[in-house]
């Protein structure tokens, strides 16, 4: 009689999958997180007062510079006057015009002199309007002589000197808004896929000492030049490093699931 053979024995894997953390190593400057221009509204005025410098911290609302008020003031009580002289134009016009109310045209006076009298009143209160805006332009020309910080933040850079004649929109202050910095790290466009907001970061401080961070942006577009991209990470808050620093550290990346050493079973038959 033949002997059975046995059949071979089956062997199935079974592949249990397990979440691995992975990160890339970067390097990219400390900078502002965002800067904030201190500009003139003003024209044609002198810088008469400097009060920060570069490294002063300021607040929002702080006066950083002067300018000289002379002439704003004068064309100021100029415009006064005007709204002075109208005023008492239409008080003017304002009694002819209730006189011209209370007579019919058949009385003292003509229909042609009433509406005249009506229409100087309108005229007058037109006038008045337009003049009161007028100062009120001036009023905010002499605002604009006082130039404040437009929020919290470090003076980074400064253009205004004591006696110079400012030019509407010329930049006199530079500021890092609220003083936060962030690390623009360089990170190859392979690894952008695997990188979102809100991912862990440790950077190399200037110190030595390590600095977490979380990813705040991935940015749009690659450089063509060198195949890389920029990844914003923002530092706590308390931490204010130096910018302008070249510093590296590691980005978390997005895990992927991996697949380890297989867990076999082995199945046999017969045939």
């Known amino acids: 009689m033949l002997e059975q053979v046995a059949a071979p024995a089956l062997t199935v894997s079974l592949s249990a999958q397990r979440d691995g953390s992975e990160t890339i190593p970067a390097g990219g400057w400390l900078k502002p997180w965002q800067e904030a221009i201190v500009a003139s509204e ?33 064309d100021m009580r100029k415009q006064e006057a005007a709204v002075a002289a109208t005023k008492a134009n239409l008080s003017k016009a304002k009694l002819n015009a209730d006189r011209a109310r209370q007579f019919s045209p058949a009385g003292d006076l003509t229909a042609e002199k009433i509406a005249e009298y009506l229409a100087d009143e309108r005229a007058a209160e037109a006038s008045l309007a337009s003049e009161d805006a007028a100062l009120d332009s001036e009023k905010i020309k002499l605002a604009q002589t006082t130039i404040t910080a437009v929020d ?14 400012v030019s509407a929109g010329a930049e006199l202050f530079r500021l890092a808004r609220q003083q936060r910095v962030e690390w623009q790290a ?47 990470v923002a530092l706590p808050a308390d931490l204010r490093p130096r910018t302008g620093l070249y510093v590296t550290g590691n980005i978390e990346l997005k895990t992927a699931p991996a697949l380890p050493l297989p867990a076999s079973r082995s199945c046999s038959g017969t045939g």
């Not at 392979?190 to 440790?202: K, M, N």
């Not at 705040?216 to 063509?224: G, H, Q, Y």
């Open 152 to 165: 919290d933040g470090l003076i980074i850079s400064r253009s205004a000197e004591l006696g110079a004649v």
């Open 186 to 232: 360089e990170v190859q466009a392979h690894y952008l896929p695997r990188i979102a907001e809100g991912l862990s970061v440790e950077i190399n401080g200037p110190d030595d000492r390590p600095i977490q961070g979380k990813v705040r942006l991935v940015a749009p577009s690659v450089s063509t030049d060198t195949s890389r991209a920029i990844v914003y």
């Open 42 to 74: 003003a024209s044609g005025l002198r810088i008469t007062d400097v009060l920060v410098d570069v490294g002063s911290v300021v607040t929002k609302g702080q006066t950083l510079v002067r300018l000289s008020q002379k002439s704003v003031l004068a």
